[in-house]
């Protein structure tokens, strides 16, 4: 195994050094160079990826990046108000949908999230208000990302946090893992690992990004 696979880098056949999860899969790599870390503000795309990151849970991302269109396409293009108002006869036709994962646990679980959405839009002005107060200080980042590191933030104090008020505000599917790879991708951190050409891009962009409700208040109800 050469130098940058044993550290968690790879040269991929362009000659760019980069994190070593997307392998030779062409889709996974576009969305490793172009997606992935960089700082999301929408509430549409923050719920999506919420939502994806649940049908995730046993899986694979690339799997469920492979089906991501098909899954826009059966959530109304997850939509949080046409999602919410989803009843059974909208369960029983993605039960039969091919394309997505059918799991009705997880399927009941996006609906079930959508409201508790509408709920939060109105206790936070938004999700994206509600998601970045849980955005880690530099403090509580290591000194530096590489493979070591990453192995040891499968989840971190702060997924948990957010994990925990998500849970009592009635929201399922969303553990502490499953909560940090959201934050992984939605920029809440940056864990292109050190020598990755995306790193510094994205640190440009989470720098210059306009962090949205830093004054929002969470409900302490329990």
Partial sequence: MSNELA??????EDGRVSCWWPGSDALYADY??????????DDRKLFEKLCLEGFQSGLSWITILRKRENFRNA??????????????NDIERLLQDAGIVRHRGKIVSVINNARRALELRKEAGSIAAFVWTFEPAAADRP???????????????QSTALSKELKKRGWSFVGPTTVYSFMQAMGLVNDHLEGCHCRAAVEAERTAFERPGQGAQLSSAP
């Fill in 143 to 157: 000194a530096r990302v590489n493979h070591a590191a990453l192995r040891e933030m499968a989840k971190t104090p």
């Fill in 32 to 41: 490793h160079d172009t997606e992935w870390g960089r700082p999301v503000s």
């Fill in 7 to 12: 550290s968690g880098l790879m040269r991929r």
């Fill in 75 to 88: 959530f109304a293009n997850f939509d949080i108000d046409e999602v919410a108002a989803f009843g059974d």
